[in-house]
């Protein structure tokens, strides 16, 4: 069964603390894993998408990576507006993405 | 302004209403979602259309219904018998193309009082 598991599922970091957050994956036929912010109240807003392992993007203090069963999502120097729930999501087949339940990430001043 | 604009922002319902919630696009999109989101889980399918005229039921369809009568409009139905309706729910939208990431509205929070 296709299955996206994030971890952990709360993170205090201080500012400037940088850390990972995890999305581990079993998909059959991955055509991409998809990373989401998401603040309270609002719909998920799209950060990065990744096809292959090996791959890495990079956006402002946050960097995502790839392997043939992870991605990471790495956040350096963070700042107290990076505080959010971030999601990742693995594309199955044609139309389906399937959801983690997300990282709550709240960095103090 | 573009995007996927959901409405309304917050909805009220009594037991045993049906309610209906709005979701439109002008992004062009071929392909549309409805999600509902609770605490401490992941979002889950409830329906997608990959074309006018076309939908198919996702994970968690009992008790909801769709209809797409227009590229542009996805309107979802709560029912009466969907017996936990308060939720989040979220609807998106995906560029054609196999690989290409979904687009997300601002959500609609319902609420049973």
């Known amino acids: 069964e296709d299955q996206v598991t994030q971890s952990p599922e709360a993170l205090r970091l201080q500012e400037g603390e940088s850390s990972s957050l995890n999305c581990s994956y079993t998909v059959s036929g991955l055509r991409g894993l998809f990373w989401y912010r998401q603040d309270p109240g609002k719909g998920p807003e799209f950060l990065f998408t990744l096809y292959s392992a090996g791959e890495e993007k990079e956006k402002e203090r946050l960097k995502a990576t790839l392997t043939k069963k992870e991605s990471f999502l790495h956040i350096t120097a963070p700042k107290p507006e990076d505080s959010a729930t971030y999601l990742c999501?693995?594309?199955?087949?044609?139309?389906?993405?399937?959801f983690g339940t997300g990282t709550r990430l709240k960095v103090l001043a | 302004d573009g995007g996927i604009t959901q409405s309304p922002k917050y909805l009220f319902r009594k037991e045993g209403q049906n309610v209906t919630l709005s979701c439109e696009q002008n992004?062009?999109?071929?392909?549309m979602y409805w999600y509902r989101q609770d605490p401490g889980q992941g979002l889950r399918l409830i329906y997608y259309?990959?074309?006018?005229?076309?939908?198919q039921k996702g994970d968690i369809a009992e008790g909801y219904s769709v209809s797409r009568e227009k590229k542009e409009s996805f309107p979802l139905t709560v029912t009466s018998a969907q017996k936990n309706p308060t939720a989040f729910y979220l609807c998106a939208g995906k560029p054609s193309g196999r690989d290409t990431e979904a687009f997300f509205g601002q959500g609609t929070r319902l609420t049973v009082v």
């Open positions: 259309s990959q074309i006018v005229n076309d939908f």
């Open positions: 999501a693995a594309g199955s087949g044609t139309y389906k993405y399937i």
């Open positions: 992004l062009n999109h071929d392909a």
